[in-house]
């Protein structure tokens, strides 16, 4: 049974930094691609940031790009998501998500999530 526990939410002012961990379990994590989203109060959960199976491709979404980076430890099992120059509008709830590929693909080939993790800045 896989799972997929994130941490490391909060709140914080912003311009300030916070980095979210997902654990993985039951899987062989350096299988997959795995990835961050987040979900705001009223809006649709949207992509922020993918890393192939072994951490040589990254991607992210434009509001993202230059403050946040994913990253993997495979000896862990788990990603992280380091967040910069937090901003108001990062406010949500994340959550970790595990591809069926190793590669980075459509958030349609997302077989696993996590609980989530709610992220608040403060202006």
């Known amino acids: 049974q896989v799972q997929l526990v994130e941490s490391g939410g909060g709140l914080v002012q912003a311009g300030g930094s916070l980095r979210l961990s997902c654990a993985a379990s039951?899987?062989?994590?350096?299988?997959?691609?795995m990835g961050w989203f987040r979900q705001a109060p009223g809006k649709e959960r949207e992509f922020v940031a993918a890393?192939?199976?072994?951490?040589?491709?990254?991607t992210y979404v434009d509001s993202a790009r230059g403050r946040f980076f994913i990253s993997r430890d495979t000896a862990k099992n788990t990603i992280y998501l380091q967040m910069n120059s937090l901003k108001p509008e990062d406010t949500a709830v994340y959550f970790c998500?595990?591809?069926?590929?190793?590669?980075?693909?459509?958030?349609?080939?997302?077989?696993?999530w996590g609980q989530g993790t709610q992220v608040t800045v403060s202006s």
């Open positions: 890393i192939n199976w072994r951490g040589s491709t990254t």
């Open positions: 998500a595990q591809y069926k590929t190793p590669l980075i693909t459509s958030y349609k080939e997302v077989t696993h």
């Open positions: 039951g899987l062989t994590f350096s299988n997959y691609a």
